[in-house]
């Protein structure tokens, strides 16, 4: 592992479901492997900036142990790309989104789904116009994915 505190922001479209999710499933993996990083979410878009994550997140990581409820929806701004050493998106159109903002020297972009092996190039279904049960996929996902990037920065 390098000398540097690996920076991580995760990046989907409102910042309500799937990123938070993906920050608190990554922070539960890091600490349990001892890991120091900075962990962050955003969205590609800001139109639920300032609001806590759908009630549905929320529930679904409480089941898994997390209280996200404190975290609060933000848009990706540009001091991000120098601030983090990895944005990882969680859909192929964030992370489009993300290579136009992105300046020449910035922070490595991937797919969160490219760390899992026999993943790459797929995205974490976005749940929130389904139902339930799509949270529980989500959280499958992400938490998997944390693993395996958390294991990555760690060896």
Known sequence: MSAAKPA???????????SPLAEAAFRLEAERAGLDAEVDSAGTGGWH?????????????????VDISGYR?????????????HIVALDGDNLAVLRRLRPKEGAALSLLLDHVPGRRGEAVADPYY???????ATWADVTLAARH????LTT
């Not at 389904?130 to 529980?136: H, I, M, P, R, S």
């Open 73 to 85: 929806a933000r848009q990706v701004e540009p001091a991000d790309f120098a601030r983090f050493s």
């Open 130 to 136: 389904g139902a339930d049960a799509g949270f529980d």
């Open 149 to 152: 990037l958390v294991r990555a």
């Open 49 to 65: 900036a300032g609001e806590p994550p759908d009630p549905r997140a929320q529930a679904v990581a409480r089941r898994n142990g």
């Open 8 to 18: 991580i922001l995760f990046v989907c479209l409102g910042n309500i479901c799937r």
